[in-house]
């Protein structure tokens, strides 16, 4: 067993002055503004190379750590700070005797502050430099330095980061020192870097040769508290991003919860990749972290405005964000109600209106117009979630998610669906030549829906929009009939009788739609039936089985896309019901034949995209 040192001994104090500091940075960022502010309060300076030259351009006196060793760099720089004099100022204990006469006979002084960065070394494997030149990145001199200021926090002070400069100056101006408790916190961001740091370079190394990684460290940084998790009594919750990263969106507005942080991800990932593939603005309707809608932006017919409450003209008027929203929205607006938005364009004043008169938690998008988010900041009270999308966010290849004590990795799902999926191999009659550009885009569209709902999962979608959308089933035939029934109701919803559906003033939005699903459905209970009747001027005659199945009849060109293979032609058959036309999915089943012949039977054109979309 290794034997285990003891602690050393030495005085206690929460504040330390600083009378050196040694810098070595390589982002030299505010670097100059610090040290200014450290001269000014007669701070020595001890640096080295490009940082000592930065400074003596901005007129600050400084001292090489080869002067202050005495010892010149050597070895092409490989050897800048590796001396007793630097280490033992970093890691003598204050008030020890020993240490203090140590320091005394070897001609140490204190070093009371370390400010470094390490070299760039992912920077530079991301580059793709040759081996040799990841290997002269991998910093020795700056770890160490790090290792030992943190470790001798009781009395020096690790600044790692120019994000904690400010920090740093103002604690000194009201302390005449740093604190114990800065010192700590910076010393555990210390080593959390360090971690970070010698977990890339071993990864790094090991897939130079061709194994697997002996050992992955992820480091994270708290960003913010939620309120609890999934659950209230899922508490403490947090998002945090990765060290030496940032999260993918800034918070302009409210308080974002753990759930609506899974959707705004989700969310924006589907719009954006609808975005590149179709050439249109898109946005989404996500709820409980899969789409209740999603479209891109197509105009309206009359009968669309009727049922989704708008006018023809004002339909017309919309901008291409407002109208994708509106269609997103409208796909199941029962299932919206309280949902999380996304837009893939900037959100204008038509978009923010929208939004407006929905019950909805929040929204991300790339940015806001200032009267959209002026409106969107008065919503809820002021509570309403307004998230702005970074546009040069890129997430790592590799995600992580630890689940029951095991943690998983996979490379992201980031496969861009594009119209080459749609037309490579189409087996059904008439070939790619069946497929029209309307089809195409709606196949786009419910696909990339798709992979982003709980699997199994399947979509249907019309005219750029989601009609249905069944997620979550075990069964893929049972996906196929919950989102068939959602196709209905929308069917339904542009219904003669639906539409003439007259409202006592004062019915609110959320009531009326509602109430045209139950109506659409029909199965009420006695007492249920009671209350609906009540919303009307008039009670609503009956509408009809045989009224459904003729309007439904008229049913076409409706789009199914399945996130896998369908095993058997039942699922096919039930679409059949509810006017799909086209249908999209990876194919690769050994009834593939068969559900070729079925698509065929039924006047169906079938795409094979060879692409599984599996999300859980």
């Not at 092409?76 to 020993?98: F, M």
């Not at 790090?146 to 400069?165: C, D, G, M, W």
Request: charge should be negative.
């Amino acid at each position: 067993m290794a034997h285990i040192l003891s602690a050393v001994a030495g005085s206690e104090a929460d504040i330390v002055p600083i009378t050196r500091a040694l810098i070595s940075v390589s982002d030299k960022a505010g670097i100059v503004e610090l040290c200014t502010y450290l001269h000014s309060k007669k701070v020595e300076l001890l640096s080295t190379g490009g940082t000592a030259k930065k400074l003596r351009e901005a007129g600050l006196p400084c001292i090489d750590v080869s002067d202050y060793t005495g010892s010149p760099e050597c070895l092409d720089g490989r050897v800048k700070t590796l001396h007793p004099k630097v280490h033992g100022g970093l890691l003598g204990v204050r008030g020890n005797p020993q240490h203090e006469k140590d320091m005394e006979e070897n001609g140490i002084g204190k070093i009371d502050m370390t400010i470094l960065n390490l070299y760039p070394f992912e920077a530079t494997v991301a580059k793709g430099a040759a081996f040799e030149q990841c290997i002269e990145n991998i910093d020795i001199g700056g770890p160490s330095m790090l290792r030992s200021t943190a470790k001798n926090h009781a009395f020096t002070t690790i600044v790692t980061s120019p994000e904690q400069y400010e920090e740093v100056m103002a604690c000194l101006e009201e302390n005449g020192g740093t604190t114990l408790s800065l010192r700590k916190k910076y010393a555990a961001r210390a080593f959390s870097l360090s971690a970070a740091y010698d977990s890339a370079i071993a990864s790094w190394f090991t897939k130079e040769l061709g194994e697997e990684s002996p050992v992955v460290t992820r480091v994270y940084k708290p960003e913010f508290q939620l309120k609890y998790g999934c659950n209230p009594h899922q508490k403490p919750a947090n998002i945090s991003s990765l060290l030496n990263s940032s999260l993918p969106f800034t918070v302009l507005n409210g308080t974002p919860g753990y759930i609506n942080l899974l959707d705004a991800a989700n969310a924006w990932l589907l719009v954006k990749e609808l975005r590149e593939a179709t050439g249109l603005a898109a946005a989404s309707s996500f709820k409980h972290v899969s789409p209740a809608g999603a479209a891109v932006a197509v105009p309206l017919k009359d009968v669309e405005c009727a049922a989704y409450e708008v006018t023809p003209e004002g339909a017309a008027k919309l901008t291409p964000s407002a109208l994708a929203y509106l269609r997103a929205r409208n796909a199941d607006p029962m299932c919206s109600f309280g949902d999380f938005a996304a837009v893939s364009d900037i959100v204008d004043e038509d978009t923010a209106l929208i939004l407006k008169k929905e019950v909805s938690d929040g929204i991300v998008a790339p940015g806001y117009t200032p009267e959209a988010l002026a409106i969107l900041k008065s919503k809820k009270g002021g509570k309403f979630i307004v998230l702005e999308a970074k546009a040069d966010f890129v997430p790592d290849a590799v995600e992580y998610r630890e689940v029951y004590g095991m943690t998983f990795s996979q490379k992201r799902n980031d496969i861009v669906i594009t119209r080459e999926h749609m037309t490579q191999k189409v087996p059904t009659k008439g070939g790619v030549d069946a497929l029209t550009e309307g089809a195409i885009r709606d196949m786009i569209v419910a696909s990339i829906c798709v992979k982003y709902t709980q699997s199994n999962s399947v979509g249907f979608a019309k005219d750029g929009m989601m009609v249905g959308v069944g997620a979550g089933q075990q069964s893929r035939v049972d996906c196929v009939k919950l989102a068939g029934r959602k196709v209905t109701t929308w069917y339904m919803r542009q219904h003669p009788k639906v539409l003439g559906l007259k409202f006592n003033a004062g019915v609110k939005r959320q009531d009326r739609v509602n109430a045209r699903v139950r109506y659409i459905e029909g199965d009420f209970t006695d007492e249920e039936r009671t209350r609906w009747e009540a919303q009307f001027e008039t009670i609503p005659e009956p509408l009809t089985t045989s009224e459904k199945e003729e309007f439904m009849d008229k049913a076409t060109g409706v789009t199914i896309s399945s996130d896998a293979f369908f095993p058997f032609r039942d699922s096919i058959d039930h679409a059949s019901k509810v006017g799909v036309s086209f249908v999209a999915q990876p194919g690769g089943s050994v009834q593939d034949p068969q559900v070729t012949a079925c698509c065929d039977a039924y006047g169906m054109v079938m795409s094979m995209t060879n692409v599984r979309l599996f999300h859980h």
